[in-house]
């Protein structure tokens, strides 16, 4: 029976992983979305330890998430702004944290309301489906081989 | 200035980070939404170590994601089934998978298509705002602080 290869090599979720699954890099892009751009302050902001922080933020740069950009000549002074590459990741991070306000959060709410600045409301973000715009239900969802797919034979 | 506590003790993404962030765990998810619900398959399409495997099932099970339910009786089998809590989790999982798909895969395109069978069309899925129900753009949205905010003091 021939089924799509969903091994690690070729799957999105891992690949995604890969680059952002850790824990400290999840957190250091939420400050950046957050709108926090300066290494004192996300350091500040998470507890998190100087070297690991280095380490977390050079490899959003090399993955082209982050980009460093000077904001101030003397001395020389670096912030992170996230690219558009990086501001793709606000769907991925904002469901994790859906989640989260609905199933560990306190007794007495989420943490954190999102502002929707366009309508002006508070909002729950919503998957819903490009085609027909309905909420989406797992149930209802069937993953089928893509062009990326890479079929092989299993026993 | 007050703001919001972002710590991790108060945060949902870090919360939900906890809970399914490590990087087999979400494979083991990902296989769940497949469909997939006994040990030997799990094992064998992830390649996974059968007690890590273990681990990460029974850490599943303990945090009421996945159910464990007999469904032999001699011998005795068991399966694992998302729960209603687990289902919530398709929306993190595809958004991660939706961000490696336009990012970081092959050139002939994504693995995996994301098949609507209650519309009948291949979708990508699209977060959108509750209350106007437009695409969420994260440069109009803004985090504030939420029922469960502990507001604190910061120099």
Chains 1, 2 share one sequence.
């Not at 926090?36 to 933020?57: S, Y």
């Not at 050079?58 to 992170?80: C, F, M, S, T």
């Not at 991070?93 to 309508?119: N, T």
């Amino acid at each position: 029976m021939e089924r799509a290869d969903y091994s690690d090599t070729n799957c999105s979720v891992a690949r995604t992983l890969a680059v952002m699954g850790d824990r400290w890099t999840m957190l250091v892009l939420r400050e950046a979305f957050f709108g926090v751009r300066r290494f004192e302050a996300m350091q500040r902001n998470l507890g998190i330890a100087r070297n690991v922080l280095t380490d977390r933020l050079h490899k959003l740069v090399e993955n082209g998430i982050l980009a460093r950009v000077l904001y101030q000549d003397r001395p020389e002074r670096h912030e992170y702004r996230l690219t558009e590459k990086g501001l793709g990741l606000y769907g991925p991070l904002i469901a994790l944290m859906r989640w989260g306000d609905e199933h560990l959060a306190e007794p007495e709410g989420p943490p954190l309301v999102l502002h929707h600045e366009r309508c002006g409301r508070d909002m729950a973000p919503t998957l819903t489906c490009s085609e027909c715009g309905e909420t989406i239900d797992p149930r209802e969802v069937r993953p089928l081989p893509g062009p990326g797919a890479r079929a092989h034979t299993r026993a």
